[in-house]
C-alpha cells in the first residue's frame, strides 16, 4: 500500500491497517514507515554503529520528519561510510564539502561537522565504557520511572524524560553535540532502550519479550593498575 488515508483513532492512537493489524497512529501508513515500526522502532540494539547511526540521524531530522530522514538514510550511509566511527572521525574538510555537495541527504554544515566531531566522541566512550552500547544503556530507564499503562495521551507527555536529560546532559559535557534531551528520548525510543509502542499495537508485546530476552551490554571492567 502506497498510504492509508485513514485518520488514526482519536482516543486510542491506533490505526487498524489493510492487514487487519493494530498499530501505533505514527506510520501513517506508508509502506516504508510501517516496515519500520514493525521491524525497528522499539526493538533493543546493543550494535555500535547502529547506534552511532541512531543518534547522529535524530540530529539531522531535527526540524525535519523521521520519514523525510528514512527516506534518505542509505545515502546518509553512503555518505558517511556506513556510520562507522573509527572511519568518520577520520573525514576531513574535504570531506565535510563532500557531503555538502550530496543532494541525497541533509545538507547542512553545522550536522555533518557535529556528526565527525561525535564520531570522535564515540571512539573515547568506547575506551572508557568498553562501547557505546555500555554508555546508552545505563541510562535505560528504571521499570518504577515507566508509565504503567502506555495510553495514546500518555505517549504525547513523552518527548523528554529524566533519563534522556540526563544523558543527554552528561554527553554535553563529554563533547557531543546535537543531542538535545528530546534528541536522545527519540533515540531512545528507537533503540528499545524504552518500549513506547501503544497499549494495543500489535508490535508492543513482541517488543516487550525481545527486551525481556535482551542482554543488556556492561560496562568493561577497569584493567588492574
Known amino acids: 500500500m502506497a498510504s492509508d488515508k485513514r485518520l488514526h483513532d482519536p482516543e486510542t492512537g ?13 506510520h501513517g501508513g506508508f509502506e516504508d514507515y510501517l516496515t519500520y515500526h514493525d521491524r525497528e522502532w522499539g526493538w533493543p540494539v546493543a550494535d555500535d554503529i ?9 540530529g539531522f531530522q531535527s526540524g525535519l520528519s523521521w520519514l523525510t530522514i528514512l527516506r534518505k ?26 557531503c555538502l555537495a550530496d543532494a541525497g541527504i541533509v545538507r ?5 561537522i557535529s556528526t565527525i566531531n561525535n564520531a570522535k566522541r564515540a571512539i573515547d566512550l568506547k575506551a572508557e565504557f568498553g562501547s ?5 544503556w545505563q541510562y535505560e530507564p528504571a521499570l518504577e520511572n515507566r508509565p504503567a499503562r502506555l495510553d495514546f495521551v500518555t505517549a504525547k507527555t513523552l518527548a523528554t524524560t ?9 554527553m554535553k559535557k563529554r563533547g557531543w553535540t546535537f543531542v538535545g534531551p528530546t534528541t536522545v528520548y527519540a533515540f531512545m525510543q528507537s533503540m528499545g ?11 508492543r ?8 530476552a535482551f542482554h543488556r551490554p556492561q560496562v568493561a571492567a577497569s584493567p588492574d593498575p
Not at 532502550?193 to 508490535?203: A, P, Q, R, T, Y
Open 205 to 212: 508485546e513482541p517488543v516487550e519479550r525481545a527486551r525481556a
Open 132 to 136: 557505546l552500547a555500555a554508555y546508552v
Open 50 to 58: 547502529r547506534l552511532f547511526e541512531k543518534i547522529c540521524l535524530e
Open 162 to 170: 529524566a533519563e534522556s536529560t540526563a544523558m543527554s546532559k552528561d
Open 193 to 203: 532502550m524504552v518500549n513506547d509502542h501503544l497499549e494495543g499495537c500489535c508490535c
Open 73 to 98: 538514510r542509505d545515502a546518509f550511509r553512503n555518505a558517511f561510510s556506513g556510520f562507522d566511527p573509527d572511519l568518520v572521525s577520520g573525514f576531513t574538510d574535504t570531506d565535510v564539502e563532500r
Open 108 to 112: 547542512h554544515r553545522g550536522k555533518i
Open 14 to 26: 491506533l490505526i487498524t491497517g489493510q492487514d487487519g493489524k493494530t498499530r501505533c497512529w505514527w
